[in-house]
């Protein structure tokens, strides 16, 4: 039986109109992300990854084109897409619980066992003695933790990082990869992430998408081999091949900025 993809992008074109002017933020693009994938999308800034990870989530319809979520037309955000973002936007005056209860909130799902599910989850990220205290009292990692028990809790299926770990230090940045790279694998999530760290995308990923910029568009596509996949995305990286495919994608990213894009 063949699988439903759970994203599929089919001629995907957008276009922003302001009163000056109208911009092709992407052009033609074309992908599917198959259930329990972990993609990365990479591309010099304005290339149009956070345009198109805000399509996927509903925020804003497509110009042309469609996109499909689980083979339906995407209508407008749903539960089943979670989206964290680079900056955590906890509430400073919430505490870290209800932080991280507000996604059921606002959905309406809040229950004694959904609060039960998001008190597991923040046990499981390490942050279990943290559910009283205030975003101020945690360090930038552990506030990222919290954004991500939050995007969890009401159970999507497909998750859409935007830069989640790079505000953080090299350290830090490295658990967190092991973490939410092991969370979405172990609970058979797919996922979509945006860096700018290549050796980040090479690390967690299935497959590297590189995007071209003005307009965006999909430039080449790298699958990532066995043995680098089946590593923990921080011994990932001292795996054979890891830098040879580092340097090859590196150039492809580099001849990009030389042309100006
Ligand atoms: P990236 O995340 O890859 O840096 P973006 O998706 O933010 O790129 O932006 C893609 C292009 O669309 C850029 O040229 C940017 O200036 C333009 N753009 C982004 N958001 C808007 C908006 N709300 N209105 C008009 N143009 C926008
Ligand atoms: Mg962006």
Same mark, same amino acid.
């Given at each position: 039986m063949s699988q439903v993809p759970v994203v599929e992008l089919k001629d995907l074109d957008l276009v922003y109109v302001t009163d000056r002017e109208a911009v092709l933020?992407?052009?033609?693009m074309n992908l599917s992300v198959m259930p329990g994938e972990f993609i990365s999308l990479v591309g010099p800034?304005?290339?149009?990854k956070t345009t198109l990870l805000s399509v996927i989530a509903g925020l804003f319809p497509p110009s042309r084109g469609e996109v499909l979520l689980h083979g339906k037309p995407v209508a407008g955000p749903s539960p089943e897409v979670g989206y964290m973002l680079?900056?955590?936007?906890?509430? /400073?005056? +919430?505490t870290i619980l209800s932080n991280a209860l507000l996604g059921l909130e606002l959905t309406g799902r809040l229950s004694e066992d959904s609060q039960a599910f998001v008190l597991e989850l923040l046990e499981g990220m390490?942050?279990?003695?943290?559910?009283?205290?205030?975003?101020?009292?945690?360090s930038g990692g552990m506030r990222q933790r919290v954004a991500l028990v939050r995007t969890l809790a009401t159970n999507p299926d497909l998750l859409l990082l935007d830069?989640?770990?790079?505000?953080?230090?090299y350290q830090t940045k490295l658990q967190l990869e092991d973490l939410v790279v092991d969370t979405l694998r172990q609970r058979g999530k797919t996922g979509i992430l945006v860096t700018h760290d290549l050796s980040e995308a090479i690390a967690v990923s299935d497959r590297v998408i590189v995007l071209a910029a003005? /307009?965006? +568009?999909?430039?080449s596509t790298y699958v990532i081999p066995e043995t680098i996949r089946g590593a923990q995305p921080f011994y990932a990286r001292e795996e054979a091949g890891f830098n040879e495919l580092f340097h090859e994608i590196w150039r492809d990213l580099e001849s990009l900025e030389g042309k100006g894009e």
């Open positions: 933020a992407l052009e033609g800034s304005g290339c149009g680079q900056q955590d936007y906890l509430f /400073p005056w +919430r390490g942050l279990g003695g943290t559910a009283d205290r205030y975003p101020h009292q945690l830069e989640p770990f790079s505000a953080l230090d003005r /307009p965006g +568009r999909i430039r």
